[in-house]
């Protein structure tokens, strides 16, 4: 009998497990005044899943320091952790009932996110979800951010899950666009990004709870 491929849903956090714009739009907004910079809300929405070196350079130049990158980083991702531990945060609709269905029925999962470890250790601390993932792969873990396929990749590869196996969830553009460059299947949350459908993910909803319960199976259905 021919052994089954093995499977993986790779997981966005910010934005498709948990709507956490509010706590990033506060805390990048006070970060950034403190450095004489007017955040717009429009400049917010255009940076959000993007990595803090890539977001800070696009408002400082290209030449900003890394020093500079990572002294403005540890205030901004640290008053965002405070909102977190401060206020709570809790998983958009659909999603604990998928982690734990996939679970169940022997997906493997990961954490594949832009932002940085400590951010997705808190936000797995809080919301008690270690159980659900094999492994996390964060900003540190690569040099290149979405839209390049690195994390994602490097998710498959800790997983032992070829590409082609793999399904990605996502609410970002440039999410969208890494996963497909690294050979996946996608699902696009349209949370916080309306104009998903144009950047072609294979399946797209406003919610993981409109998904009918074989939707992962049929994404991989014929890919290998």
Known sequence: MEREQPRAVLWDMDGTLLDSREYHWLAWREALEAEGFTLTYDQFLASFGKRNDAI?????GADLPLSEVERIS???ESRYRAYIYTHGIALLP?????????????WRQAVA???????????IEVLNLAACFATLVTAEDVDRGKPEPDVFLLAAERLAVPPTRCVVVEDAPAGIEAAQRAGMRTIG??????????????????????LPDDAFDQLLRGQG
Do not use: M, Q, Y
């Open 56 to 60: 800070l350079r696009g408002f400082f």
């Open 113 to 123: 996110s832009s932002a940085p470890r400590l951010n997705v250790e808190t936000i």
């Open 74 to 76: 540890t205030v901004k």
């Open 189 to 210: 949350v349209r949370s916080s990004h309306a104009d998903l459908d144009a950047h072609a993910a294979d399946c797209v909803v406003t919610s993981l709870a409109e």
């Open 94 to 106: 659909g999603v604990e009932d998928w982690l734990l269905r996939l679970k169940a029925t022997g």
